[in-house]
């Protein structure tokens, strides 16, 4: 009785052993792509408690202001110090990055579903064409390059998103932003 109950054991243990290893060759097969999986339909470029869009004397951030020359804003103008760290809002692959007359240094990401978001007017730049990134992960600091060098202009991030070749306001996508007379009305509002 013995000796057919080992058999039986061990003829158990094949099964369970043969299914964990293949569940094994799986999360192996796998694991580096999860790192690419947007857990949030989108994450904020700047590392702040509000995204204020830029209104200064030279201008103003938001998305399809006008411009000179009949055209249109494409993207977003955000508020933020020198050297901010700017972060991937969704996973992708870096398709160019480059120097423009306009946007000054720039980085430009294809995501998933037609998407490609911009980057503009940046100081350094942390990753290369052809590089995968993950949401969230850190690819430039925020500088004052291109048009953005006017000593009027507030140093900000521009962001542009297309989906599908035609620009789309970032705000669609899940993006909150905060007028700069909204925020100076919560700032007293908090008691701040």
């Not at 009785?1 to 060759?25: D, H, I, N, Q």
């Not at 977003?76 to 240094?105: C, F, K, M, N, Y």
């Not at 503009?120 to 590089?131: C, F, I, N, R």
Request: net charge positive.
């Amino acid at each position: 009785m013995r000796e057919s109950m080992k058999g039986t054991g061990r003829a158990r243990g094949w099964p369970m052993f043969l299914a964990g290893a293949g569940c094994g060759v799986l999360i192996g097969w796998a694991a580096p792509g999860l790192s690419a999986v947007d857990w949030r339909p989108i994450v904020p470029p700047l590392e702040q408690a509000r995204l204020v869009i830029r209104t200064d004397a030279k201008g103003n951030g938001r998305f399809g202001a006008p411009r000179s020359g009949h055209r249109f804003h494409r993207g977003v103008d955000i508020e933020a110090p020198l050297g901010s760290p700017v972060r991937a809002i969704r996973s992708g692959t870096v398709i160019e990055i480059g120097s423009h007359r306009g946007l000054g240094r720039f980085i430009e990401l294809e995501h998933r579903h037609q998407l490609d978001s911009l980057y503009a007017h940046l100081d350094t730049v942390a990753v290369s064409v052809g590089e995968r990134v993950r949401q969230g992960q850190v690819i430039a600091t925020v500088g004052k390059t291109g048009n953005a060098r006017h000593p009027w202009i507030t140093p900000h991030l521009h962001l542009e998103v297309h989906q599908g070749g035609s620009p789309i306001d970032p705000a669609t996508l899940g993006l909150a932003f905060v007028e700069p007379a909204q925020e100076s009305r919560d700032t007293h509002a908090d008691g701040g």
